[in-house]
């Protein structure tokens, strides 16, 4: 009777132990599922936002890795991507959750497509993403899943991988067929098996740690290209019908690298030690260092991946194209929630018109039209909206050529390759001066205007050659932005110097920005206007900040003696 009683307490201990881990793994499951449904909706309650992204300094520089890795001829240069903001740009626009989706979006922005079809296939996608919100949804938690390479590029990861080599597993399987002997000898030759079964182990364990330092820190960029595949064989999966371009790269790409994901589980399964962590952990953490089974798949894993990295590159850009679509289609959607408007735009004629045009980083944008069938001239006072409004125009071009959309109510114009020369500084590293540093910006876009591309080029200059005196400035502006005209080439350019608009007034359209001074204040209206600026208020803005009396009067005296007599002196 003791006997059986012992055997119950025996039963019932190891039954409360089984279930307090089957409770453990139930809160486990159901965290988890909470943990899923939560994000599933949020995902659904961020449509029609703004994102909420927090961006440091390493995130910038991960980036660009896939544009780094995919330059061509015709995308936008550093020059033009930061003076039209397009930092600020890509975070306001970008609703990623992948590297993938993450890195092929800035790499559409700095790519202006090559046709017309391409664009309309890209829309396409969009579209079915803002329709289909299950679809969208569905998408993105699997991108979730894929997640992010935190301060590393996915290219960066597959350099790192490169750097290994051509790695062998001939020396680890041949201490493994070792063990056959070494078994077959026990029953037979007991002392001599165990001996050479203990050496084996003893040798196996001695140089897996070594090898086992070596490539941990690669196992992390393996682990992703893996969430790749798997991400990769599950989207093309769900067959989503606008995209039969990216579902067959998926499909080749998974087919071409099935082999590399056998042995996964003991390359990535988490490993405990040999003093610690649970029991399965500690056996197969002796198994992996007996007979080297993470190493050996490993070697096999990354041979597999050095012969495929073309099919890498392509599920990346497949999952990348599909996620920058998710994105185009959120941004489209705050757009219309903040009751903005956007236009897709017809890319073809050979001048310029758009409508309602407003510069999406502002708030409340106050909106201008324009046709432009030759070169624009603007003139204005600082801060009257001349450089906001070259940006406007600039930045709706470009997300026409990349997006296929564009901010406001009409954009019509050809394919362009698009420049600008607005927000240079002196390039303090070369110790080159601004003046030095404008010239060459200028050149580029002159160069750029005499090759043979089959697309005009669009570009933009604000304030010609202010690094350099009067009367050199005109010259050389006159004869700068006279080079800027023709059939190959529309200009939008803005200057003080009122000189130029009569100079160049068979070549450019005028048109300006003017401000009103009322009740001693200054009120602009960021409205565009044809013809040149006729205000003079920059004396007068004098009064208003409280200058002397004496200045202010000086100046008006020396202005009107130059208007009259065209010599300066002082009065």
């Excluded at 956007?342 to 758009?354: I, M």
């Amino acid at each position: 009777m003791v006997y059986g009683t012992g055997i119950m307490e025996y039963l019932v201990f190891w039954a409360a132990i089984a279930l307090l881990f089957a409770v453990i793994a139930a809160q486990g499951i159901l965290a988890d599922r909470k943990s899923k449904k939560e994000f599933e909706k949020k995902l659904y309650e961020s449509y029609g936002k703004r994102p909420d992204k927090e961006y440091k300094v390493e995130r910038f520089v991960r980036i660009p890795g896939y544009y780094e890795h995919h330059r061509q001829p015709g995308q936008i240069d550093d020059i033009t991507w930061n003076d039209l903001s397009m930092d600020q740009i890509f975070m306001r626009l970008n609703y990623t959750i992948s590297s993938s989706g993450e890195e092929v979006l800035y790499h559409r922005l700095r790519t202006p497509a090559q046709s017309i079809s391409d664009l309309q296939y890209f829309d396409g996608i969009v579209a079915y993403f803002m329709e289909q919100a299950g679809q969208r949804v569905g998408f993105q938690k699997l991108m979730n899943g894929l997640g992010s390479t935190g301060k590393f590029s996915l290219y960066d990861y597959l350099e790192y991988l490169h750097t290994l080599g051509d790695r062998s597993s001939r020396r680890d399987i041949i201490a493994n067929l070792l063990y056959i002997p070494a078994v077959l000898l026990l029953p037979v030759r007991f002392p001599v098996g165990l001996v050479l079964l203990l050496g084996l182990m003893t040798y196996n364990i001695a140089t897996y740690m070594g090898v086992k330092r070596e490539i941990e820190p690669y196992i992390t960029s393996l682990a992703y290209i893996t969430r790749l595949q798997h991400t990769a064989r599950a989207v093309a999966a769900m067959e989503i019908p606008v995209c039969p371009g990216e579902n067959e790269r998926l499909l080749r790409g998974t087919a071409a690298l099935n082999r590399s994901r056998r042995g996964a589980f003991w390359v990535f399964s988490k490993t405990g030690n040999t003093t610690g962590g649970s029991p399965a952990d500690v056996a197969l953490d002796y198994v992996r260092m007996a007979f080297h089974i993470d190493l050996i798949f490993f070697n096999r894993m990354l041979r597999e991946i050095g012969l495929h990295r073309e099919e890498i590159d392509q599920m990346i850009t497949a999952l990348g194209t599909l996620e920058s679509a998710v994105s185009i289609a959120m941004y489209r959607a705050s757009l219309e929630a903040e009751g903005e408007t956007w236009c897709r735009p017809v890319l073809e004629g050979d001048f310029l018109q758009a409508r309602q045009l407003y510069h999406p980083l502002i708030e409340h944008p106050v909106k201008n039209s324009i046709r432009a069938e030759r070169g624009v001239l603007l003139t204005g006072s600082n801060a009257s909206g001349k450089s906001t409004f070259l940006k406007t125009v600039a930045l709706s071009a470009l997300l026409a050529q990349t997006l296929y959309m564009a901010p406001g109510d009409e954009y019509r114009a050809p394919m362009y390759r698009i420049y600008s020369s607005m927000s240079l500084r002196d390039d303090l590293e070369s110790g080159e001066s601004y003046y030095i540093v404008e010239i060459k910006s200028l050149k580029r876009i002159l160069d750029a205007a005499g090759e043979e591309d089959g697309r005009p080029v669009l570009c933009f200059v604000d304030e010609v050659l202010r690094g350099t005196n009067t009367i050199e400035r005109i010259a050389a502006a006159t004869q700068i932005l006279l080079s800027l005209t023709g059939e190959n080439i529309l200009c939008f350019a803005a200057t003080h110097d009122i000189e130029l608009t009569d100079l160049l007034a068979g070549k450019y359209d005028n048109y300006h920005f003017e401000e009103d001074i009322q009740s001693g204040d200054i009120l602009f209206n960021y409205t565009l206007r044809e013809g040149k600026a006729n205000s003079r208020n920059a004396i007068r803005l004098l009064e208003i900040m409280g200058y002397e009396e004496n200045i202010i009067r000086s100046a008006q005296r020396q202005a009107e003696n130059f208007l009259r007599e065209g010599i300066w002196k002082l009065s």
